[in-house]
């Protein structure tokens, strides 16, 4: 089973990195609003059971692939 | 001073710590007994505080200090904390502190982007702890940093707890990266474990333009060498 996590931060927290690509983009012409700018991490995974393998995952994601205090994150997977 | 007896504290080097030489001698210099600690170790030595330095541990992936949390040292290092040992985390070792739950908050990019390296003015919050004990109430103290992610976070609730426990021990005179409440330094409830952005351990020569850094590490070992003597 494959699994893709999308890590964001959180609204309202400061995203510098989505700043500095916003006024990137703005320079180069594009009518930017906002950007703010997460993570995507591509997992492979042993499980077939999707109840279980999301369960780990959010687990995951709890403990080491987003900051709680500041990220969200979402798990996609496909079978 | 010379015959007063050396408190050994050790000094964790990850891979990729760059601050580590600078602490222990640091420390060595201020009265301590400085000792390396490599990262594998799964035992930390008898000593009586522990120093996690600067540098870009595991290169930072991730997040700063995510990775460096599962280091075999640093289940021994939580359970040196969670005894009541003193535990001092600078710059990059104060993000590990936050990564690894033995501090509140979170260290993010810098708000202007930019990687910082420059002496600041920080005011001493709280003097009676382990960490503040040699400086006053109030003190401005000039110690450098040099850093891309010190942006403290916290949410507002935190953030009001950590000021009613007197969490806070450092704030920036002018705030350089962007942290909520201007913080430099905060301590864990118990006061043991303590983590700050700017490095103490690069300003206590007068050669290089403040020595207030020695306040804090010196701090440290008058605490250490309390307790190596309470437990002899």
């Known amino acids: ?61 709890e403990q080491l692939l987003a900051n709680p205090l500041i990220e969200s994150y979402e798990i996609a997977l496909q079978s | 001073m010379s015959d007063r007896p050396r408190p050994r504290i050790a000094v964790v080097t990850f891979p990729g710590s760059n601050d580590d030489l ?67 985390g600078i710059c990059n070792g104060f993000q590990v502190l936050c990564e690894a739950g033995l501090l509140p908050g979170v260290l993010r990019p810098n708000a202007s982007l930019s990687f910082i390296c420059r002496d600041v003015a920080v005011c001493v919050e709280h003097a009676d702890t382990p960490f503040t004990s ?7 103290l000039t110690i450098p940093v040099k850093h ?11 953030l009001r707890e950590l000021d009613a426990n007197g969490q806070i021990l450092l704030r920036y005179e002018e705030n350089p990266n962007g942290s909520v409440a201007a913080i430099a330094g905060v301590a864990n409830e118990t006061a043991n474990v303590f983590g700050l952005m700017p490095h103490p351990e690069h300003a206590v020569d007068p050669l290089l333009g403040s020595t207030d850094g020695a306040l804090i590490l010196g701090s440290l070992v008058d605490a250490a060498r309390e307790r190596m003597l309470t437990a002899a």
């Open chain 2, 22 to 88: 600078d602490a222990a001698l640091a420390l060595d210099r201020l009265g301590a007994d400085a000792t390396l600690v490599w990262h594998a170790e799964p035992e930390l030595p008898d000593l009586a505080a522990v120093v996690l330095p600067g540098g870009f541990s595991y290169g930072d992936y991730l997040r700063c200090g995510a990775i460096a949390r599962f280091a075999p040292v640093m289940k021994a290092v939580r359970r040196f904390a969670a005894e009541g040992g003193l535990v001092l």
């Open chain 2, 134 to 140: 040699r400086a006053e109430p109030g003190q401005s």
């Open chain 1, 1 to 61: 089973m494959k699994a893709t996590i999308l890590v964001r931060p959180k609204p309202g927290i400061l995203d510098p990195q989505g700043e500095a690509v916003q006024s990137s983009l703005r320079q180069l012409g594009f009518q930017v609003d906002e950007a703010r700018v997460g993570r995507v991490i591509d997992l492979e995974l042993d499980d077939a059971d999707e109840t279980a393998a999301r369960a780990e995952l959010e687990r995951a994601c």
């Open chain 2, 148 to 158: 891309g992610e010190g942006c403290y976070f916290a949410d507002a609730e935190l």
